[in-house]
Nanobody, 125 residues
Framework: VQLQASGGGLVQAGGSLRLSCAAS????????MAWFRQAPGKEREIVAG?????DKTVKGRFAIAISINNAKNTVDLQMDHLRPQDTAVYYCAAKELEAAYSDYVGRDAWEYDVWGQGTQVTVSS
């Protein structure tokens, strides 16, 4: 699978952004997905994750919604009430599933096999 993230940009504090991660090469019905972010000088941390069937989600903060668009084969991240502290490069990541499909959604970067290129989110005060 290959991942392409989009939707980043500059937004004022309190505003919203919607990020999208397009997967190619494999259906999202066989992948657990997540969004991570990394700010300068900080470790990569999870923003949100979702299982292949949409039954399980994890979130790193409030005012976040993650969803699967099966028609477009994308995983979308809606972020509201953004703060300057949310400024970071946002990455989507995939855990490809084989044989038995688990709906466990990992919170750590090492649990994911494939990464997109990242999209910059900058929140101005």
């Amino acid at each position: 699978v290959q991942l392409q993230a989009s939707g980043g940009g500059l937004v004022q504090a309190g505003g919203s952004l919607r990020l999208s991660c397009a997967a190619s090469g494999r259906s999202l019905s066989a992948i657990n997905m997540a969004w991570f972010r990394q700010a300068p000088g900080k470790e990569r941390e999870i923003v949100a994750g979702i299982s292949w069937n949409g039954d399980k989600t994890v979130k790193g903060r409030f005012a976040i919604a993650i969803s699967i668009n099966n028609a477009k084969n994308t995983v979308d991240l809606q972020m509201d009430h953004l703060r300057p502290q949310d400024t970071a490069v946002y990455y989507c990541a995939a855990k490809e599933l084989e044989a038995a499909y688990s709906d466990y959604v990992g919170r750590d970067a090492w649990e994911y096999d494939v990464w997109g290129q990242g999209t910059q989110v900058t929140v101005s005060s």
